[in-house]
């Protein structure tokens, strides 16, 4: 029986037409290059993951993202993630997510904490029912800069795609 035991991932980006725009795609912008980005996945055991993430600037401002997380998950029922990641802007975060999965039920929740400032940055509940093919989500986002709760009510026809005729 073989495993994964590791993954090693590299990129960077190149703006063709000029100097790149901020992007979620990529760290770093205003120049050709992209920051240097690497992720190290670590798979310790068979649901257990250790991950660490760091962009490189290529343009002398040396380390901008330092991440370090810890993946548990068991498939089809529960998954627990916790992060810490520093950046350049000395933003020094923590980050817990966990989720569970009970029949035709979702439930998640998602804190993000600065341990610069001892504050929550940011809370997300949610719970999703979904019985076939569409599901009813309700999620409470709670932000603390600027202050901000949010409630939604979301309705999903997701099954329609996967379906064969």
């Known amino acids: 029986m073989s495993r994964e035991v590791s993954l090693f991932e590299l990129s960077q980006t190149y703006g063709i037409g000029g100097n790149l725009n901020p992007s979620q795609l990529y760290q770093g912008y205003g120049n050709k290059f992209s920051d240097i980005k690497t992720r190290l996945n670590l798979f310790l055991e068979e649901n257990l993951s250790l991950i ?34 520093f950046t350049k802007d000395l933003s020094n975060q923590f980050v817990f997510d966990t989720g569970l999965k009970l029949r035709d039920f979702d439930l998640r929740y998602y804190l993000q904490y600065s341990l610069k400032d001892a504050t929550t940055i940011g ?43």
């Open 52 to 85: 660490q993430e760091s962009a490189l600037s290529v343009y002398g401002d040396g380390i901008t993202l330092a991440k370090t997380s810890v993946y548990h998950a068991i498939p089809n029922f529960y998954h627990l993630m916790v992060s810490h990641a």
């Open 123 to 165: 809370t997300l509940y949610k719970l999703a029912y979904h019985p076939n093919c569409w599901a009813v989500i309700l999620t409470l986002l709670q932000a603390n800069n600027p202050r901000d709760t949010t409630f939604k009510i979301s309705f999903e026809l997701s099954g329609l795609t996967g379906r064969e005729f």
